[in-house]
């Protein structure tokens, strides 16, 4: 058993139906904004994720936003790190960095290639991938040393997550995916959108063998148009149920566009209660980039 | 095989105006194999200069040919372009029709005579579409891992190079980069279960020694 060094582990393990949620750090000079998103998610999640260039976007550094939330809004962070903008030296720098602002929880990802995003003509890094990500932190908090043997001054307290598609298809190669990174160690799984609730099920059937906590990723959405991108444009792929699509679009077309938002808060608020009472999710991870004022409510409708 | 496209015809003649006596010189390897620069492509080009130079430059240009069996051999390259190169001495130029290493091991051999790359190399790879369609197949990454990924190599078919793939980003087999193209991973786990040795995509790999492809590199024997 390892030590718990977190409130959202302890939590995780407690047995208790865990709520985290996602931030990010914008292309923005502006702490304040992303303190005040903190304060207002405060009361309702366990911790907030602060992503890393996401979409390949190059934003401020999610290491800062993670210790701000930490230290001026006292909510835990789950600091994200992709591969694809730092080789092995600056991602170890950046962890170093991190266990000494007390970051706990570290979410590891592969990441979306350069061309997606606001810099396309960027050379993509990927020294490391998601798996040898959580070999080195294993490393570090295991043995107190890097990649390549040398020892590290003080301690390393990190709980490590993974990212994980459940809508993947096929899902037997995701799963497999999951499986070597088990193997390596890891603590949680925070997954991609889902919102089928038969998806998420075979999921966690499928996952259950590896005994480790799996927040379900819950993603609203404010338009058909996003609606319509999840399904067609989202790297990994997202499926969402035909009757689930139609009760977006009746609502688009009978009260207009706010509408749409509306009626996701109730889907999303249904599909957490039916995880809470008929699967073994350790929670639910919500993601509403840019309208996360919705999260509050979602959390209240659901519990 | 080495894969590689013949430059514009523009650019060569722009690179070769200035001489007035040119060695074209083939490669019966991977460019000849290509139709890129063997013993046809020399011949065209030959004529197609002669006619250019007279037309656009207003100039009679004395045009040599030869093509080698391999452009990279420098014994080859020493033994038989040597009397050519006598031939061409006077205000003359090499354009070679070879890859990058043909190109430099003739430049090597005559480190005297301006060579003009008439071709690009673009990578290592093998036609796989009868219509002429190439695709990248090996990185020369030194630490060959084949054995282990049923014989597709994702350092070089996966679009971020993983050795624990796929990415989160593959959608029903296909690469989030291209979705035209197949997941290098998701072929490596529909072979690895056809051979039945899943085993090996569970495997975990560490991070490479990049020590190993660092250019430039050198290979002593052993």
Not at chain 1, 215 to 234: A, D, F, N, Q
């Amino acid at each position: 058993m390892r030590k718990i060094y977190s409130k959202l582990m302890e939590n995780l393990l407690s047995g208790k139906f865990v709520y985290t949620a996602e931030i990010e750090a914008g292309k923005t000079t502006n702490l304040e904004e992303i303190v005040e998103k903190g304060r207002m998610l405060k009361n309702y999640v366990t911790a907030i994720n602060v992503t890393d260039n996401p979409g390949a976007c190059a934003h401020m550094n999610p290491l800062i936003p993670s210790y701000v939330i930490q230290r001026d809004v006292g909510v835990e962070s789950v600091y994200q790190i992709t591969c694809r903008d730092r080789n092995r030296l600056a991602i170890i720098s950046d962890l170093l960095a991190a266990a000494a602002l007390g970051i706990r929880n570290v979410l590891v990802i592969t990441g979306d290639h350069v061309i997606f995003g606001d810099n396309p003509e960027a050379k993509p890094v990927f020294d490391l991938d998601s798996a040898t990500l959580v070999y080195l932190i294993r490393k570090m908090v295991d043995e107190g040393v890097d990649l390549a043997g040398n020892k590290i001054e003080g301690e390393v307290k990190f709980h490590v997550g993974i990212a994980a598609n459940p809508n993947a298809v096929p899902l037997e190669l995701e799963i497999l995916k999951i499986a070597r990174k088990v193997r390596l160690g890891i603590d949680f799984i925070q997954t991609q959108c889902v919102f089928d609730i038969d998806v998420a099920k075979e999921f966690l059937r499928e996952v259950r063998k590896f005994n480790i906590p799996v927040l379900i990723g819950i993603c609203p959405v404010r338009s058909i148009g996003m609606m319509k991108w999840y399904i067609k444009e989202c790297p990994g792929g997202i499926k969402i149920p035909a009757d689930m699509q139609e009760r977006l679009i009746a609502a688009r077309k009978q009260k207009g566009k706010k509408a749409v938002l509306e009626k996701s808060i109730e889907i999303s608020a249904e599909l957490i209660k039916e995880l809470r009472k008929t699967t073994n999710a350790a929670g639910v991870h919500i993601m509403a980039i840019g309208f996360e004022h919705v999260i509050p409510k979602i959390i209240e409708h659901s519990s | 095989m080495i894969v590689l496209k013949q430059k514009p015809l523009d650019w060569i003649l722009e690179a070769a105006r200035n001489y007035d006596n040119i060695l074209i010189v083939g490669c019966n390897g991977c460019s000849g194999i290509y139709q890129v620069g063997g013993e046809k492509q020399v011949k065209n080009l030959k004529m197609v200069l002669e006619m250019a130079f007279k037309i656009r430059f207003g100039k009679n240009i004395n045009v040599e040919t030869c093509t080698l069996l391999r452009q990279c051999d420098r014994d080859l390259v020493a033994s038989s372009l040597r009397p050519l190169v006598k031939r061409i001495k006077e205000n003359g130029a090499i354009i070679s029709l070879a890859c990058g290493a043909g190109v430099q091991t003739v430049s090597n051999v005559f480190p005297k005579v301006v060579v003009i790359p008439g071709c690009d190399t673009l990578f290592v790879g093998m036609r796989t579409k009868e219509l002429g369609e190439f695709n990248e197949l090996c990185r020369a990454c030194g630490e060959c891992i084949l054995f282990e990924t049923g014989g597709i190599c994702p350092v070089t078919r996966c679009a971020k190079g993983l050795l624990n793939g796929p990415c989160g980003g593959m959608r029903e087999g296909k690469c989030e980069v291209d979705p035209t193209r197949d997941c290098a991973w998701a072929l490596i786990y529909e072979r690895l279960k056809a051979q039945g040795r899943l085993d090996l995509f569970l495997k975990f790999r560490p991070p490479r020694d990049h020590r190993v492809s660092a250019s430039p590199r050198v290979w002593r024997g052993e």
